[in-house]
């Protein structure tokens, strides 16, 4: 395999060429005394294919981590639908199975919080609410640690944020999945949801805010908000962190009436809204916890090259390291890696990025990408 990156500087180790290609054990025992992790480049397999894959080369104890977060993240999907089919069917909801999920989502997160973030990038497009609820549950976890919250408050955010949209499974499906704008009458109705989640919740015992967070995740520091209109005084802290969430989340990935926006947008969105829908300082803090390209964001260069964001550089968020599958026609192309800082050290505007752009642009799916085998550490 042919060696495009590292992850540290080239002039830090040995290696004469900036690309090389590893033919034995004895390369890759090499290549593991400097380095935790490289990139690598699968050949090309005809002027017209792709590569079939692109990768990052990670420790066996890497991919380890990555298979047991993924498995986590499926066994929270999965409890995740049957709570949200359970409160469609009146069934009462299984509160012992959802608190042992979550806690076993912030455990993961802690011990493994690049590997999480990037497993949540599965996402499946027929089943919004549910994945919806779960990725704002990993959102709270992965922010509140960053705020320095402890794991038993963590667990307290994340079971607020799987709970938060229980509500919707008492509203109509026709109106839960209209593919159009809802009339005036179809928006009322969806509004309620924020009090039948209320109602849902207040059947069950010992669930922290969850039932706070349920009712009133929709309300504006401004009181312009629903259901109830109650101003900054009247929304909790835990309440104003799953706002963030819900709403970043919500933006950035696709929904029945309205398809995803990048990262970039969301967080315009948040930044215009602070002090007026969402707390001003929390608004700042979640802004610099996601960063303005995260890893999973799709990028277009100024050459017209289009890549996905694999690793952030925390000195200079806006020149990240990015897998290029898109050629500036838009076609296919061997895939490669390329570190903008060192494109903007020499000055190559051209390898600097134009915009960013929702998953699914020019046909790249960042969950197929996940499930070739694209990891980031």
Same mark, same amino acid.
């Given at each position: ?13 040995? +290696? ?11 390369? =890759?025992? %090499?290549?593991?005394?400097?380095? @935790?992790?490289?990139?690598? #480049?699968?050949? @090309?397999?005809?002027? &017209? ?13 890497? @991919? ?10 499926? %066994? ?14 009146? !069934? ?13 989502? *912030? ?6 919080? #690049? ?8 996402? #499946? ?27 038993? $408050? ?16 008492? *509203? ?10 809802? $009339?005036?009458?179809? +928006? ?40 109830? /209109? ?10 104003? =962190? ?8 919500? =933006? ?22 602070? /002090?007026?829908? +969402? ?17 999973? &964001? ?18 200079? !968020? ?22 903008? %800082? ?5 000055? $190559?505007?051209?390898?600097? =990025? ?13 969950? %197929? ?7 980031? +550490?």
């Amino acid at each position: 395999m042919k060696v495009c990156d590292l992850d540290r500087d080239w002039l830090e180790t040995p +290696f004469a060429l900036q690309g090389f290609t590893v033919r034995s054990a004895a390369d =890759i025992a %090499e290549v593991a005394r400097y380095c @935790q992790h490289v990139y690598v #480049e699968a050949p @090309q397999t005809g002027a &017209s294919t792709p590569a079939r894959d692109a990768f990052i080369f990670v420790p066996a104890g890497g @991919q380890k981590a990555l298979d047991a977060c993924a498995k986590t993240y499926d %066994e929270a999907r999965s409890i995740t639908r049957t709570m949200m089919d359970d409160v469609r069917l009146g !069934r009462a909801i299984d509160i012992k199975a959802v608190k042992a999920t979550v806690s076993n989502c *912030v455990r993961a997160i802690l011990d493994n919080p #690049e590997a999480m973030q990037w497993i949540t990038r599965m996402r #499946e497009r027929d089943d919004y609410t549910s994945e919806h609820s779960l990725n704002v549950a990993m959102l709270a976890i992965s922010f509140g640690h960053s705020l320095g919250a402890g794991e038993e $408050d963590l667990v307290r955010m994340g079971l607020a944020g799987i709970l938060h949209d229980v509500g919707k499974m008492r *509203v109509p499906m026709e109106i839960l999945n209209k593919p159009g704008k809802l $009339d005036d009458q179809e +928006f009322a109705e969806m509004k309620h949801h924020s009090r039948y989640g209320r109602d849902v919740l207040l059947t069950l015992r010992n669930i922290g805010p969850a039932v706070d967070v349920a009712h009133s995740h929709h309300e504006m520091l401004d009181g312009s908000g629903y259901p109830r /209109g109650v101003n900054a005084e009247s929304i909790s802290h835990v309440t104003r =962190i799953i706002s963030l969430c819900d709403v970043y989340d919500a =933006i950035t990935n696709d929904r029945c009436y309205k398809t995803a926006q990048p990262a970039l947008e969301a967080l315009r969105i948040i930044y215009n809204e602070r /002090g007026r829908q +969402f707390d001003e300082v929390l608004a700042e803090q979640f802004i610099r916890h996601i960063g303005i390209y995260p890893p999973g &964001s799709i990028v277009q260069l100024h050459s017209g090259e289009v890549g996905i964001v694999i690793s952030t550089n925390a000195r200079d !968020r806006h020149l990240p390291k990015v897998l290029l599958v898109r050629d500036s026609l838009k076609q296919p192309m061997t895939e490669r890696v390329i570190n903008l %800082e060192q494109a903007a050290k020499r000055h $190559d505007d051209m390898q600097l =990025i134009a915009e960013a752009k929702p998953n699914g642009a020019y046909g790249i799916r960042i969950e %197929e990408y996940v499930k070739r085998g694209l990891n980031i +550490f």
